[in-house]
T-cell receptor, first 113, second 113 residues
């Protein structure tokens, strides 16, 4: 299958700071990438659809000013958690695929102190 | 939007037995149904998928069936092994390429040796 990488794999930050997470497609071009959030022992919750060269589309209830998404190239999408708070602590994971299959990045565990 | 329900939430079987996980979806426009396996702390891995133009697909010990009329699809694992123990997620996707996935709530499968 296609390879999707994510960086960093984990990050600890202080409340009020911003954190940027990168999602890269390594062996294919991705005009669309997806960002999910997963709480312990729960399913993947779709946060937003990242579109190369245009604005991201956010799912209902997800604050677009809180979770900034930039899809600047065909292989890179970034998610920035702005002014992070402890309740933002979670496992963030992206997905992308060369066709209708979706392959997931390894995820980023964010802990906000 | 699409609503995917998954049952059971937990499933415990003896090694060598079969396991069946069921999902239903709400939107008849959904036409792609992947299944993912997620081990603790790791990314979801695509294990099998089915498209709406077929009713069944098999890959060694894993099979998926789809009933479009009833809007449900199932994952079948035969001759289960301890390494099959993980959380399994079903998903449904509406439309063609690059469309977002809606995930089921997950099934924790425990295969007892």
């Amino acid at each position: 299958g296609a390879v999707v990488s994510q960086h960093p794999s984990w990050v600890i930050c202080k409340s009020g700071t911003s954190v940027k997470i990168e999602c890269r497609s390594l062996d294919f071009q991705a005009t669309t990438m997806f960002w999910y959030r997963q709480f312990p022992k729960q399913s993947l919750m779709l946060m937003a659809t990242s579109n190369e060269g245009s604005k991201a589309t956010y799912e209902q209830g997800v604050e677009k000013d809180k979770f900034l998404i930039n899809h600047a190239s065909l292989t890179l999408s970034t998610l920035t958690v702005t002014s992070a708070h402890p309740e933002d602590s979670s496992f963030y994971i992206c997905s992308a695929g060369p066709r209708d299959e979706q392959f997931f990045g390894p995820g980023t565990r964010l802990t906000v102190l | 939007g699409e609503n995917v329900e998954q049952h059971p939430s937990t499933l415990s079987v003896q090694e060598g037995d079969s396991a069946v996980i069921k999902c239903t979806y709400s939107d008849s426009a959904s036409n792609y149904f992947p299944w993912y396996k997620q081990e603790l702390g790791k990314r979801p891995q695509l294990i099998i998928d089915i498209r709406s133009n077929v009713g069944e697909k098999k890959d060694q010990r894993i099979a998926v069936t789809l009933n479009k009329t009833a809007k449900h699809f199932s994952l079948h694992i035969t001759e289960t092994q301890p390494e099959d123990s993980a959380v399994y997620f079903c998903a449904a996707s509406i439309g063609g390429n690059f469309n977002k996935f809606y995930f089921g709530s997950g099934t924790k499968l425990n295969v007892k040796p």
